[in-house]
């Protein structure tokens, strides 16, 4: 199974300690080399340490027409476009990315998407995790990662979980 990040699902992961989630899930993880370069320049030490991983792979674009597209064209920035270029070139099963305008011109090129909360989601349905509220509500205070009360709900929905937005 190809999949390929971006950098947020990795930063945040990294920052509430499950980024082993990721290897549990796919066992191998590629990134753009943009998306590398970002991730290495990144203050929390624990981002830039995720680039040691053995399983997270960098690999550059053989073309960067269609990142450089999706830059210019629909205002994605670098890691994203990148992302998806790479994910297109390699013909990915899965495209990390959790950024709304990102996943709506993944899709439109039909790629298959999941965000941090998806891998959550997973993880409870493999058994790897026994909730998924704890590590939303990390998420949420550690990462500052940005859910609705809406999704909040659905997601533990879909997780047979019953709670109260935070």
């Not at 053989?62 to 998806?84: C, F, K, P, V, Y």
Request: glycine share 4%.
């Amino acid at each position: 199974m190809i999949v390929v990040s971006d950098t947020s699902p990795l930063c945040n992961l990294a920052l509430i300690d499950h980024l082993w989630l990721l290897k549990a899930i796919y066992q191998t993880v590629i990134i753009p080399k943009l998306v590398a370069d970002e991730l290495a320049v990144a203050t929390n030490p624990a981002i830039p340490n995720l680039l040691q991983l053995d399983w997270i792979q960098t690999q550059s674009l053989s073309d960067t027409a269609i990142a450089n597209q999706l830059q210019q064209d629909r205002g994605l920035d670098a890691g994203e476009a990148n992302a998806i270029a790479l994910a297109l070139e390699l013909q990915a099963d899965d495209l990390l990315m959790d950024e709304r305008l990102g996943r709506r011109e993944a899709l439109q090129l039909g790629l298959p998407i999941i965000g941090v909360l998806g891998i959550v989601v997973a993880a409870k349905q493999r058994s790897l995790i026994p909730q998924v509220q704890p590590i939303m509500d990390a998420l949420i205070y550690q990462a500052g990662f940005r859910v609705s009360s809406q999704l909040y709900q659905r997601v533990l929905n879909l997780s047979n979980e019953a709670s109260n937005y935070p």
